[in-house]
């Protein structure tokens, strides 16, 4: 793209001001503004304005979830498939590790941080062990797809590397990164990082199938014979991986996609529950649910919206391949910005200045046809790190590491 071209296309969206300092730049950073001007999508820079409201949501009723008794019932079942699943390759993993960790507060990458309080316990190593059961059990080793972003690629690879994959075997760890977005004002005009950047933020964890099939990855792993992704958050550091009952409960019911469950503490706890929307599998987020539905009971007399997602989903890798092209929600986050003000001084602000636009895995449940909520024990499963201390902290995340006989 030349400076006609870029021109035109920031006429277009209002954003012209991108040029300010073209005339500074070297010759490099020219070329690299016009490039990065040429892929930006723009068009995002529009749900910023005007009034932000919440997604509009279709007609909500309850979906049950697959209960701890049953499971229990049917474990040895459910373990049986889910090992031979592993053991045929069909079930590799999915490291969802390319959010700013922004409330954890460290410039690392979250994986990078260190939870041990006697020794060393990085969070990726937390993650690494909690899969090396699995292959301990299945005697085979389980592909690991590691999504990083723009900003923690190089990072991620170089600590991974030197700790030798914390005893992982290489050859079944691939990295692929994820898709940025502009990051703007209010006004939806973009910031500038530096004077030929445009100020960019990975763009929400639900393009992560189609980064990993912008990169070739996704093919690698069906022409490998996989056929299921279990897709994890970083930051729980209990979270089972492959799980071979989940695997197996999954199979089984020949659904598109499981999702661990956890029973929510608090009718108002922060996380989205599973339900219907308009009769198809969806997630609500917890500030999208009324009090209504809060307090709305089953035929048991238990809460209706009882169950909370961990983000723990096990996809059928045929049911994502249907729904690759198809465009998510986009969801307008606050968050805080540093940026170039008028005078080409670089700003860090300490409160929220501006919107970044996010797609999320829990928007891929309502395009596919059939989910199983299945439900783990929260305080086995669930440890979640966002904050240094208080609720889903480091320091919550210890205790019940504690609790689970991990010494840290
Ligand atoms: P969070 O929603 O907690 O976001 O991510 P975050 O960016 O890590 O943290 P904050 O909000 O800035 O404090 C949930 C999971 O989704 C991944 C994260 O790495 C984490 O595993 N994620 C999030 C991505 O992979 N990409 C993204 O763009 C956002």
Known sequence: MNYEEALKKLRDYGQEHVLAYYEELTEAEKESLLSQIELTDFSVLASCKGDRQALQRGKISPLAAMQLPEIEAKREKFQTLGLEAIRKGRVGAVLLAGGMGTRLGSDDPKGMYN???TREVYIFQRLIENLMDVVEQSGSWVP?????????HESTVAFLKEKDYFGY?????????QEM????????KVYMEEKGKISTSPNGNGGWYSSMYKWGVAQKAMEDGVEYLNVFAVDNVLQRIADPCFVGAVVEG???????????????????????????PSIVEYYEL???????????GDPAYYFGVILNYLFRISDLEKIREKKLPLHVVEKKIAHLDEKGELVKPNEPN???????????????????????????????????????????????????GIVL
Do not use: W
């Open 144 to 152: 690991l797809y590691v999504m990083t972003s723009d900003k923690n």
């Open 115 to 117: 939870i041990g309080i």
């Open 290 to 300: 009324t009090e209504e539905l809060m307090s709305a009971k089953d035929e048991n």
């Open 254 to 280: 020949g659904y598109a996609v499981g999702a661990k469950v956890v029973k929510k503490c608090a009718p108002d706890e922060k996380i989205g529950v599973v339900c219907l929307e308009d009769g198809r």
């Open 354 to 404: 501006g919107c970044k636009f996010e797609q999320l895995v829990l928007d891929m449940i309502h395009e596919l046809d059939g989910c199983l909520p299945f439900e783990v024990e929260r305080n086995r499963e669930f440890a979640p790190i966002k904050n240094k201390t208080g609720i889903d902290s480091v320091e919550s995340a210890r205790v019940l590491c504690g609790e689970n």
């Open 181 to 188: 977005a502009p990051a703007s004002d209010y006004d939806g």
């Open 169 to 177: 075997n290489r050859d079944y760890v691939t990295f692929f990164m």
